[in-house]
C-alpha cells in the first residue's frame, strides 16, 4: 500500500485540494468573462461540434448538468445573444457568441500552459492511468 500514516497525506486529500485549486483558477479565468464554467462547457461544446443538442448532451454530461442547470445556462447563453436555437432543444453559436468563445478560448489554454508548466505530458498521462485504475476498482464494489 503506497500510503503510511505520517509520510504523506490521504490520495483523497491532494484530489480535493487539486480539485479546488484548478476550481479557483479557472474561475478567476472565467470570471473575467462574466461566465462560470458551466457556460465555457456548453459553449465549448458547441464551437467543438458546431451544434449541440441539449437532449442527448446533458445525459452524457450528467455529473455536471441536471436537465434544470442545462436549460437555464442554455437560455441565459441565448439571452447575452452568444448561442441561438436552430431546432428544438438544438442550439449554435451566434456570430458574437464565436467572437466571445475565441477570445476565451485563447485565455484559458494560456492558464491552462501555465497550470500544467512543469509537467510532462509522461507525468500527466500516468497520474490519469491511475486515477483512471481508482475509479474503476471503486466502481467494482
Known amino acids: 500500500m503506497p500510503y503510511k500514516t505520517g509520510e504523506q497525506k490521504p490520495i483523497g486529500w491532494y484530489l480535493r485540494k487539486a480539485d479546488q485549486r484548478i476550481t479557483d483558477f479557472f474561475e478567476e479565468v472565467f470570471d473575467r468573462h462574466c461566465i462560470t464554467r458551466y457556460h465555457w462547457m456548453l459553449?465549448?461544446?458547441?464551437a467543438d461540434k458546431e451544434t449541440i443538442n441539449v437532449k442527448v448532451f446533458q445525459p452524457e454530461n450528467k455529473y455536471?448538468?441536471?436537465?434544470?442547470?442545462?436549460?437555464?445556462?442554455a437560455e441565459n447563453l441565448v439571452t447575452r445573444g452568444w448561442i441561438k436555437a436552430v431546432e428544438k432543444d438544438e442550439y449554435a453559436l451566434t456570430d458574437?457568441?464565436?467572437k466571445l468563445y475565441n477570445a476565451l478560448e485563447a485565455d484559458y489554454m494560456m492558464s491552462l500552459r501555465q497550470m500544467m508548466l512543469g509537467v510532462t505530458d509522461d507525468e500527466y498521462n500516468q497520474v490519469v492511468k491511475v486515477l483512471d485504475r481508482i475509479i474503476t476498482n471503486l466502481a467494482r464494489r
Request: net charge positive; hydrophobic share 40%; no cysteine.
Open 64 to 73: 455536471f448538468f441536471t436537465p434544470e442547470r442545462l436549460n437555464g445556462i
Open 43 to 46: 459553449l465549448s461544446a458547441i
Open 96 to 98: 458574437n457568441g464565436k
